[in-house]
């Protein structure tokens, strides 16, 4: 099993700019959300989903979109960059059956000069 | 919804000596709580979970108790080895509910 691929790993991006950040699992888990990180500091929030269909806002949702058209699916979206959005993201699923165990993705470095 | 608050923000200990990180969270119907391990421009890894219906589980060197009456749980990892170096980040959440991270725990391993 590949786990949970995001996709890219590193992008830089201009102000102002949008993109989406892939994210993909292959353990049929139905909770899916995306997480960032910056220096130094936790892991907070964003988006997350408890099934396709559905999604909802974490603690920190401003600027960013996601949808969820499949179980396997969970793309970002960042409508227009922001320096404020330079940060480490992290893709994770996790599943009742697993005992809500979160796995995460490798992490995608953004900058936004 | 829950808030989790870790301490210390940074730990030096000497290769040998034990390290304690502490959490608490603020909502009684948390009842999972994991431990995450990261280390430079990795991604967390689980490396110990507890439940509520358990007060304390131990894997090798690495332990974890939980106090639901003082709403507080703690990671003990004893004969530290440099490669213990890393953050640790403590998480809880709720059934049905996100999952919510505290702050993260720099641990360093004096060899």
């Known amino acids: 099993n590949a786990g949970v691929t995001q996709t890219p790993k590193f992008q830089v991006l201009k102000t102002g700019q949008s993109m989406t950040l892939q994210c993909a699992q292959d353990m049929n888990h139905e909770y899916m959300s995306w997480y960032r990180q910056d220096p130094g500091m936790g892991l907070r929030l964003i988006h997350y989903s408890v099934g396709a269909g559905i999604t909802d806002q974490g603690e920190v949702p401003n600027g960013y979109n996601v949808s969820r058209s499949t179980t396997e699916d969970f793309p970002l979206r960042l409508l227009s960059a922001a320096p404020s959005q330079t940060s480490v993201y992290f893709c994770?699923?996790?599943?009742?059956?697993?005992?809500?165990?979160?796995?995460f993705g490798e992490g995608s470095w953004l900058t936004v000069v | 919804g829950e808030n989790v608050e870790q301490h210390p923000s940074t730990l030096s200990v000497q290769e040998g000596d034990s390290a304690v990180i502490k959490c608490t969270y603020s909502?009684?119907?948390?009842?999972?709580f994991p431990w995450y391990k990261q280390e430079l421009g990795k991604r967390p890894q689980l490396i110990i979970d507890i439940r509520s219906n358990v007060g304390e589980k131990k894997d090798q060197r690495i332990a974890v108790t939980l106090n639901k009456t003082a709403k507080h749980f703690s990671l003990h990892i004893t004969e530290t080895q440099p490669e213990d170096s890393a953050v640790y980040f403590c998480a809880a959440s709720i059934p049905g509910d996100d999952m919510r991270f505290g702050a993260g725990t720099r641990l360093t391993v004096k060899p």
């Open positions: 994770a699923s996790s599943s009742k059956i697993s005992g809500n165990t979160i796995y």
């Open positions: 909502d009684s119907a948390s009842n999972y």
